[in-house]
């Protein structure tokens, strides 16, 4: 059974492991979907993602019971009504300890290098809040801890923004590291969807906590204080039906 970290009767909020993808994958292959029917929990209908976090990420994955539910979730994330935070080891230490990174991004493919996301003046707008939690290491080898709030959800949003707006790559990533197709000091993208927060209009709000992955603190990494899940807004024509 994967962690549940929230249960009511319109969602489940479930820690995914690293290296589980949420789609099933071309060349097949375990998937989400293969845990579905156990998480049911007494429910007729299997849950269905809302979202989908890279197959490397860990951490929070929102799912919804019924219909009514997965399409009010959906409008909540369509109007930013969500709140969510990811942790990240930065291949190095920026030079500052916090800030925005504004940067749109667009997807480009080749024969060679495959797909990839971009910075591009014409690409989707992608806005990420980022600030530093932890430093270890010297010269470099040094890595930091990167508390992310990303206003946006675009594809490698975080993976991408680190690297242009950072100046750095996520530790392990093999996409967008400095040698594509080869992880670097870690054996996944250590990127980790720490927490998730929707408002509803009738019921509480959702939050979940994924604890901190025990491969960052093979890393050298400490866990941080668990931050506080801001308060989304929704409204309430929205969340009716």
């Known amino acids: 059974m994967l962690p549940i970290l929230f249960e ?15 789609d099933r994958p071309r060349r097949g292959g375990p998937c989400l979907f ?15 993602a809302v979202h989908r976090l890279d ?14 539910a997965l399409k009010r979730f959906n409008k909540a994330f369509e109007n930013r009504a969500v709140s969510k935070t990811y942790l990240a080891v930065l291949d190095a230490v920026p030079a500052e300890t916090s800030g925005t990174i504004e940067l749109a991004l667009s997807k480009i493919s080749s024969a060679e290098k495959g797909w990839r996301m971009i910075a591009a003046k014409k ?28 206003e946006t959800g675009r594809t490698h949003q975080l993976r991408v923004h680190a690297l242009l707006g950072l100046g750095a790559p ?10 594509r197709g080869q992880n670097k000091g870690a054996g996944r993208t250590m990127l980790h969807a720490e927490t998730i927060g929707i408002a ?8 979940a906590h994924a604890p901190f992955p025990e491969d960052f603190v093979r890393a050298g990494l400490t866990a941080p204080e668990p931050p506080e899940v801001t308060e989304p807004t929704i409204n309430a024509e929205q969340d009716d039906g």
């Open 8 to 22: 009511d009767g319109e969602a489940l909020v479930i820690d995914k492991p690293a290296g589980l993808p949420v």
């Open 34 to 48: 293969d845990h579905l029917d156990e998480l049911k929990l007494g429910f007729q209908r299997l849950p269905h």
């Open 55 to 68: 197959t490397d990420t860990s951490g929070c994955l929102l799912l919804a019971r019924n219909p009514k």
């Open 123 to 150: 690409g989707k707008p992608a806005i990420s809040h980022w600030e530093v939690l932890q430093t270890i290491g010297e010269g470099d080898k040094q890595r930091s801890l990167i508390r992310f709030r990303p």
């Open 170 to 179: 996520l530790l392990g990533d093999p996409v967008y590291g400095p040698v």
């Open 200 to 207: 509803r209009s009738t019921k509480p709000t959702i939050t």
